[in-house]
């Protein structure tokens, strides 16, 4: 059972964390982030389903297609949900991406149909026995293929020309756009990849999970808590949340019940809130006197 | 300013459009169900079933001398207090004559004491939860054509201890007052046969995955699972099943009928029994041809496969027949006469699911009971009848 | 006017059910009182105090079973079970709060959201208790035209509750926390403290309304308590109009009414409410309310207005049950029995560094009870570090600060505030959303604020030293010369007179030191020799010790008694401005080395 629940935990916390870098990516960017994050996930997801099962194409060009699709999503929404209160300094946008989360699971619940749809994939067909245990194969191609992004992202940041003046609007952003880093195109970018990650995270739980237009709400939510504990200004801290909050549920399910599972895992966030009040790894804000 | 003001008056026309269709001329039956959210599927299924019962009332010339009955839909998204919204709008602003329900035992639950406020019948189509149609009410306006939670733990009881022949079981349950009038009525009837259950699991909706709960109840010794859960859940129970490398008997409630259980499971919904009030697969009566025939007119349903919910369809089908009968016998459209007429149906009705002569009494709300229940079995992506002997 | 739209409001509400028996209506109207009640109180922590709660739901769920728990189980009549439920709920806010609220923004909107869901899964698991995911039934409930009268009164009494709340001191103090709660420390707020009695309130609010709304259906279960519900409740406020007393009716009837408008379209439903949503936070950033009414004059001051319209003064008594008298007589006492030699406060080796770079070196002074210091130093000498870690905002890694002789270093800025040090600072904080009067009322308050349940009852002490406060207010204004703005919103004032506003509000706490961090920055050379009268006119009459962050060096040779002089963190040179003057250090550290 140890082991059954490890590789669980280590997968939808990898896709915890995946999402959760979402959050923080357009966080550091603009101070804003998009709170319907888990809709892109379900958007990646249906998207697709709707390529791979609904078109039959390959694998290989229903991913890019969908992850195409997403940065597209994530422009738009960044474009009619975010800019026109970016600069306002409201949080209107808080409640505009809330909105958009509305009408996007309600326009996919039109489009795709109100029932679950199963995503087929060759990973998922056979489970792998070891011992009493058993996973399927998807279940750890995941983490892997998670933590392979969660770096790529990080290198991205500190080891590329872009990347580094990307994390320069995050630090200071009236000096970054006096050195000529085109702010309102950051955090279109910011928005952009965001999105894909999530479409990705959609893309890979789907066989899992199956597809719904309703599966989106809980993983946005799990990984707002996992950005959040991890630090929202800190990337290792949420990919160390991430896998840390995946692996507690798993564990809280397997040894004390499925019910208790929430109440655990949220009281620990407010736990882990109370003892480090900007997440594990977070910047406390400076207080300007 | 001017758009606050044009704001507040589009919101204002709203009100004072006046409820939908032609009013006088047509007899509104009202449907509250999930239309969005997660269990949106059954609602549709259940609509469906009402749409297509009504178009065969309305070609035979309506009722009450020539008039056509319409369907008025609300969606409950679940939540109680929105359930009780529509339920008083459905009456008092589209006059409904009956409204048929949903999906949540909760919803049906909040709306019970409205019914009876406003004096107008409730057919249930779907929610199972007993108390919903055995209330303590008198007159009692809850009516249901749907399975019984009391009657449907019985039947799978039936199934387990006499036809698998199986005295170890585990229970399997959602975490929602569905599952929760479950456990207490299969406590109850495997007490009846001095069996208790070896262990009692719970999950949530959207859970990706049961192994721990079923790796305990194999501990536990048990020798067949019995589940209540709906077709996303129950996929993820099967597979979790598969996962751990445990071929167990499943017997379940009709909660994974109602979405794509075979496609979301493959090949592993094979052996899977699960009890229905009727199955569009094999050999279908005449109703049961035009039935699914008027599914793939209307929906594009090309067979039996892609039914989605049948119980559902099935349940609301008759549902609406009787309802119809009941409003000719009362001769009127008022709440009250039709639910005496229904207490007291003198037609027979020759159903769908069965022949119904007098199917309701004033201590009987529930048409069909644990003797009108089928088992069946998923094989090969298809459902099978399996025999109660 | 607007008492005339109010009275209509009322009246409409109350005769609804005499016009109409579609219970349809009826129930809609009570849902949308419910959620007025709710909003309203969350209005005191959102739009007064500035703080975010997706987790409400919670306290309106604690509220309904709580009622329904005690009516059912333990047969108490809901008369009873009421007040206890609105109690609980009050209690378990002012818990969560101290947790939730040592974090802001999306930290504190994460640790409401995950009670809000904590409370859920409770409500299905604690079976025993809560009957599980089944729920309670056969809860009493009267006839609907009762309970829609009962949630109308109580959604009426609510709304003039956080109306007396707004005028009151606390209203005060929970929108100063919100404009800064840098100045609003150092006026003796406790700003942590501050919000988590707003949180506590809105807490009870919901607990209320949710108790309301367990009688009204009789039944209750874990699904009318979600994060949606949550998000209904702030989506409704915020529509509405935020800090604004009928905001929360504005957004309530309107997200209320529009489902049910929308209600035919079953399939396109969302989407189009969805989609109204977008277009009227895009139109109206402000709520509906903002829009319609923009802020002209400050809500609280109703006696300002009788005053000049003629009816004289409210109350003649000076005392109110505030509990504030007795922090400033013995502020005066203290000020009258030291001599003008001994130390009021004491700097010894204070040190302090940033990230490896040292603000401040090993600094130490002397400050006298009476009398105008200045500290001066070119740019980054450390001036504005060290008024910060006087005041408390910053803590020194080393040596020692003494106020009276007891150690200071370490403790809140509340503290020391309310031991009688002012401030004001480098970019003039001003409460923006209070009116001018408000801003100085707020330091004449200061901590004094008594119990908040009488602030929102409107008890008579409560007006009266509300009273008593704005009197002494305008007082201190019209000795300052912005009489003519006294009820316009702080945020309109041009700067130089912020500066003003912020001395005035800072001398009305009644302190013993004031410091003053570059007050002449951006006046015109005449203001800055009215300053330099203001000033000394201080230290005359009023004894107090002054010290003064300074560039202006002639208003610093003028009214200075003392001076000393920082670079990169270290005392450099001090003495009588004369003496600092032909010091050659201090020439260097300000023109460079000298041949």
Redesign the interface.
């Known amino acids: 059972m140890l082991v059954q629940l490890v590789v669980t935990g280590l997968a939808l916390g990898s896709m915890y964390g995946l999402v959760a870098l979402g959050y923080h990516i357009t966080w550091v960017t603009s101070r804003t982030m998009n709170f319907s994050q888990g809709h892109a996930v379900m958007a990646g997801a249906v998207v697709a389903f709707a390529f791979y099962v609904g078109l039959g194409w390959p694998l290989w060009a229903t991913v890019p297609a969908t992850l195409v699709l997403l940065a597209i999503f994530g422009v738009a929404l960044e474009r009619v949900a975010v800019r026109p209160f970016f600069r306002a300094a409201s949080a209107a946008w808080l409640l505009s991406t809330i909105a958009c989360g509305i009408i996007a699971e309600n326009v996919a619940m039109l489009l795709f149909g109100k029932d679950a749809r199963a995503f087929p994939s060759a990973l998922t067909q056979k489970p792998i026995l070891v011992g009493g245990a058993g996973f399927y194969a998807q279940e750890l191609l995941i983490p892997v293929v998670g933590l392979l992004l969660m770096g790529g992202v990080q290198l991205f940041y500190h080891r590329t020309a872009y990347g580094k003046q990307l994390k320069a609007v995050a630090y200071n952003p009236e000096a970054a756009g006096l050195m000529g880093i085109h702010i309102p195109r950051a955090v279109m970018f910011a928005y952009a990849l965001s999105a894909s990650l999530a479409g990705i995270a959609g893309i890979l739980l789907a066989p899992i999970l199956n597809v719904a237009a309703t599966m989106g709400t809980i993983i946005g939510l799990k990984a707002f808590a996992v950005a959040i504990i991890g630090g929202l200004t800190s990337a290792p801290g949420i990919v160390v949340a991430g896998v840390g909050y995946g692996l507690v549920e798993s564990f809280v399910a397997g040894y004390l019940s499925t019910g208790a599972r929430e109440i655990v895992g949220f009281a620990l966030v407010i736990l882990v809130l109370v003892v480090r009040p900007w997440g594990l790894l977070g910047a406390r804000p400076t207080r300007r006197v | 300013m001017r758009r606050v003001m044009l704001l507040l008056l589009v919101l204002c026309l709203g009100l004072v459009i006046p409820p939908s269709g032609q009013a006088g001329e047509s007899i509104k039956i009202g449907l509250a169900a999930a239309v969005s959210g997660g269990s949106a599927a059954s609602g549709e299924a259940i609509k469906r079933g009402i749409q297509i019962a009504m178009d065969e009332v309305n070609a035979q010339g309506g009722v009450l001398g020539g008039r056509k009955l319409e369907l008025v839909i609300r969606d409950d998204e679940g939540n109680p207090a929105k359930g009780v919204t529509i339920a008083r709008e459905l009456v008092e602003r589209e006059k409904v004559v009956t409204i048929f329900g949903g999906l949540h035992t909760t919803v049906a639950l909040a709306q019970v004491p409205v019914w009876h406020e406003l004096s107008t019948p409730y057919m249930g189509a779907w929610a199972a939860g007993t108390e919903i149609a055995r209330n303590g009410k008198s007159p009692n306006f809850v009516f249901r054509v749907s399975a019984n939670d009391d009657y449907a733990d019985k039947f799978l009881v039936r199934y387990a201890t006499e036809v698998l022949k199986k005295s170890k079981p585990g229970l399997l349950l959602e975490n929602t007052a569905w599952g929760q009038s479950n456990e207490v009525g299969l406590n109850k009837w495997l007490g009846q046969k001095s069996i208790k259950p070896v262990g009692i699991e719970k999950f949530n909706w959207n859970d990706p995955d049961m192994s721990p709960q079923l790796l305990r109840l194999k501990n536990a010794g048990a020798d067949h699972i019995i589940m209540v859960a709906n077709a996303p859940e129950g996929a993820q129970v099967v597979k979790s099943r598969a996962k751990i490398g445990w071929e167990v008997p499943m017997v379940a409630h009709w909660g994974i009928s109602g979405g794509r259980f075979a496609e979301l499971t493959g090949d592993l919904s094979d052996g899977v029994a699960f009890l229905q009030t009727y199955s569009f697969f094999g050999k279908q009566n005449e109703r049961g041809q035009a039935v699914l025939k008027a599914l793939k007119d209307k929906y594009g349903v090309k067979g039996p496969e892609e039914v989605i919910a049948p119980v559902g369809t099935a349940n609301a089908y008759d549902g609406l027949h009787l309802v119809a009968l009941a409003i000719a016998q009362a001769g009127s459209a008022d709440g009250s006469k039709v639910r005496d007429a229904l207490e007291n149906l003198k037609a027979e009705y020759k159903g769908l699911i069965k022949t119904y002569k007098r199917p309701f009494t004033p201590d009987q709300h529930d048409a069909l009971t644990d003797d009108d229940y089928i088992m069946v079995v998923w094989k090969g992506g298809k459902i099978v009848p399996v025999a109660m002997k | 006017m607007v008492r005339l739209a109010w009275g209509l409001l009322a009246a409409c509400a109350a005769a609804l059910p005499l016009f109409t028996t ?4 009826l ?2 109207g009570a ?1 949308v009182g419910l959620l007025t009640i709710v909003t309203s109180g969350l209005n005191v922590l959102v739009g007064f105090t500035g703080q ?1 709660s997706f987790g409400h739901a919670g306290f309106y769920a604690i509220g309904a079973y709580a009622a329904a728990c005690l009516t059912t189980r333990a047969g108490w009549s809901p008369w009873a079970a009421m007040p206890v439920a609105i109690v609980v709920t009050a209690l378990v806010g002012a818990g969560v709060a101290g ?2 609220l ?2 802001t923004g ?2 504190l909107a ?2 409401t ?3 809000g ?2 409370v ?3 409500l ?2 604690w ?1 025993s208790l809560t009957n ?4 309670i ?1 056969n809860i009493p409930k009267p006839t ?1 035209r009762v309970s829609y009268w009962l949630i109308v009164a109580v959604a009426g009494f609510a709304l003039v509750l956080v109306a007396n709340l707004r005028r009151s001191g606390w209203g005060r103090a929970f929108l100063a926390v919100k404009g800064s709660d ?1 100045a609003a420390e150092s006026l003796g707020l406790s700003s942590y403290y501050v919000r988590i009695v707003a949180f506590s309130v809105s807490a009870a609010f919901a607990g209320g309304a949710g108790g309301l ?1 367990a009688y009204l ?5 874990p ?2 308590f ?3 519900t949550s ?1 209904l409740f ?2 409704a406020l ?1 529509f509405g109009g935020e800090g604004r007393v009928a905001g929360p009716v504005v957004g309530s009837l ?1 997200l209320t ?2 489902p ?5 379209l ?6 189009l ?14 709520g ?1 309310v903002g ?2 009414a923009p802020r002209r004059g400050a809500e609280g001051d109703r006696d300002g207005e009788r005053r000049r319209r003629g009816h004289g003064d409210p109350g003649a008594r000076e005392h109110g049950r505030g509990g504030d008298g007795g922090q400033r007589r013995r502020k005066t006492e203290e000020v009258e029995g030291r001599s003008a030699e001994q130390a009021l406060l004491t700097v010894e080796g204070a040190s302090l560094a940033f990230g490896g770079v040292a603000a401040l070196a090993d600094v130490s002074l002397e400050i006298p009870t009476r009398g105008i210091r200045a500290v001066i130093g070119p740019n980054g000498a450390g001036k ?1 570090t060290l008024l ?1 870690a006087l005041s408390g ?2 803590v020194p890694d080393g040596g020692a600060i003494r106020l009276d002789g007891t150690p200071v270093a370490g403790r809140p800025p509340y503290v020391i505030a309310r031991r009688g040090v002012a401030r004001t ?1 480098q970019t003039a904080q001003v409460f923006g959303e209070l009116s001018v009067l408000e801003n100085v009322a707020v330091g004449i308050t200061g901590a004094g604020l008594g119990s908040v349940v009488w602030a929102l009852l409107g008890a008579p002490w409560t007006r009266r030293a509300d009273w008593a406060a704005r009197r002494e207010a305008r007082a201190a204004l019209a000795e300052a010369g912005l009489t003519e703005w006294t009820d316009r919103p702080a945020d309109v004032l041009p700067s130089g007179l912020r500066r003003r506003l912020e001395i005035v509000r800072a001398l009305a706490t009644r302190p013993r030191l004031l410091l003053l961090d570059e007050p002449a920055a951006g006046l015109s050379p005449s203001e800055i020799k009215e300053l330099d009268a203001y000033l000394v006119r201080l230290r005359e009459e009023r004894g107090l010790a002054i010290v003064l962050v300074e560039h202006h060096m002639d208003l610093v040779m003028a009214v200075s008694d003392h001076v000393t002089v920082l670079d990169y963190g270290r005392v450099i040179a001090g003495g009588t401005p004369d003496a600092v003057r032909t010091n050659p250090a201090v020439i260097e550290a300000y023109l460079g080395a000298t041949q």
Do not use: C, H, K
Not at chain 3, 217 to 221: E, F, R, T, V
């Open positions: 579609n219970t349809y209506y129930y809609v849902s975010l947790a939730a040592r974090v999306p930290y994460m640790v959201i995950a009670f869901i904590i859920e899964g409770i299905v698991e079976v599980g995911p089944g729920g039934f609907l840098i709304f259906n009789g039944y209750i279960s699904d009318s979600s994060l949606q998000i702030v989506l915020l309107v009414l529009l049910e408008v929308l209600t035919s079953v399939d396109y439903r969302l989407i409410y969805g989609s109204l949503l977008m277009l009227s936070i895009y139109w109206l950033p402000v509906v829009a319609l504005t910060n905002f910053y600072f």
